[in-house]
């Protein structure tokens, strides 16, 4: 009993309508849609919409279509098109071959605009976009009536065909709606439903010198597909009093039913197209991918999966109420998707050599290392052992810090997978910078020999210096100054300017050297990383830190 009270409980407001509509016999099956824009790039937003539409027809055994609302010719592109299709197959919500177009409906659209100008509920508008305007009315005084409101049905008809056959220019005409002026509601007063737009369109050519407005479009790309249930977000829900009258006047025996969400809300990223497409322009970022960003593409170059960003909108939840997920869950979820995915592999970012001066020159060894000591099903790799390594400039300390267990003179710590090594001295450049550290090893304290003798400290990664291979390794932080938020007063953003450091001899152990583009590793003690998908050549990758290993971030109690 308990069990199935919890399981109420857990369920979401959309799928408790859902639940009723179809008990109700108001849909016999449920089909969802995704319809974005074809103007930008998918950020992380739009992939909890994804998410959930897709989710919802899986959940119930429904369908799931993608549709480009291509209604405005002037800001779409084919690139937009084709990157929106490979994020939302990335993200694995299965449109199968129902990839949909809403000019493919225009010539739909066109006669649902004549059969509401035939019923009198729609008519030609002499007013400019400016006139519209100024004639809407406020929050508290109504709109003033359309000079051209009475005009006959007949030559109603004949302005709009006209529109259609190309005779006014841009901005001349228009087709409104006929609702109610004074309506409380300011997206019912008269809207505009058609203006004429001399413009060639990505999919329909020149065809069409007439485009439909969004809201009168929208709703009858649902009700053509057969979408029973147009999830949206909340700016939305003001507008549905308009969508639900175009479906009524329209003639549809079962209209969809609009349901408003609240948006993705992330802490201290940037989002806004406007704001991303500057920042491409002006070459702070490399591109719309850019691992610094949020869009979907930027993620997946980055090294994010399709299951943690499930995970993240997940755990971020869905509601009516608008609320903000901390950046630091997003990371939180990346971490708990790779930590028993992915081999643990040894890097050096910053190297100082490592002279073993007991170790015979020349000689050298295959030692054996867990791929993940969590997942012994990753098994186990073979990593060169020999007289010169590398180490991280940070594991060695001439003069030690209070507390310090890393390698020092005199001190003794553990290589990973290998051999006690204890520092017996160091070689200097002219201005007294270290160059090598000197150690002396004990061949008893093989790692999986048994030695139960002496115990010390701390143990160090190292990559062997003959097999070391050299790569660019990128360290990726917040593209926002985190302490000072996103915007200034001016609406500038805040950038954080140490948002990307690149190690340029960065040296790692010669199992990445095949790494292939979009795999991904954790590097022991520094973080989990991917390898680049644009920049990275055959033998020479370039790897993109995906997070850091740890975070201060920690799940709310109910979380998991």
Known sequence: MENEKAAVVSRNFIENIIDRDLAEGRYDTVCTRFPPE??????????????????????YGGKFNLRFDDTNAAKEKVEYVESIKADVEWLGADFED??????????????????????????????????????????????????????????????FEEMKEGKYE???????????????????????????????????????????MYDFAHPLEDAVEGITHSICTLEFEDHRPLYDWVLANTDWERPPRQIEFAKMYLTNVVTGKRY??????????????????V?????????????????????????KANSSSDYAMLEYCIREDLKMKRPRMMAVLDPLKLIIDNYEEGAGELLTAENNLENPELGTREIPFGRELYIEREDFMENPVPKYKRLYPGNEVRLMHAYFVKCVGVDKDADGHVTAVHCTYDPETKAGSGFTGRKVKGTIHWVPAKEAVRARVRLYENLIDEEKGVYNEDGSLNLNPNSLVTCEEAVLEPALRDAKPGESFQFVRNGYYTTDTRDSKEGAPVFNRIVTMKSSFKLPAQGV
């Open 98 to 159: 129902r990839c949909f177009f809403a000019s493919d409906y225009f010539d739909v659209m066109y006669e649902k605009a004549l059969l509401l100008i035939r019923k009198g509920l729609a008519y030609v508008s002499d007013l400019s976009a400016d006139e519209i305007r100024e004639t809407r009315g406020t929050l508290t005084e109504p709109g003033t009536n359309d000079p051209m409101r009475d005009r006959s049905v007949e030559e109603n008809l004949r302005l």
């Open 38 to 59: 074809p103007n930008g790039y998918l950020h992380i937003g739009h992939a909890k919409s994804i998410i959930l539409n897709s989710g919802l027809a899986k959940e």
């Open 170 to 212: 841009d901005g001349a005409k228009v087709l409104r709606a006929k609702i109610d002026m004074a309506s409380p509601n300011i997206n019912m007063r008269d809207p505009i439903l058609y203006r004429v737009a001399h413009l060639v369109h990505h999919n329909t050519g020149d065809k069409w010198c007439i485009y439909p």
């Open 276 to 293: 991303i497409k500057k920042l491409v322009e002006d070459g702070i970022v490399d591109g719309w991918d850019d691992p610094r960003l």
């Open 295 to 319: 869009t979907i593409a930027a993620l997946r170059r980055r090294g994010f999966t399709p299951e943690s960003i499930r995970m993240f909108v997940e755990l971020s939840g869905v509601s």
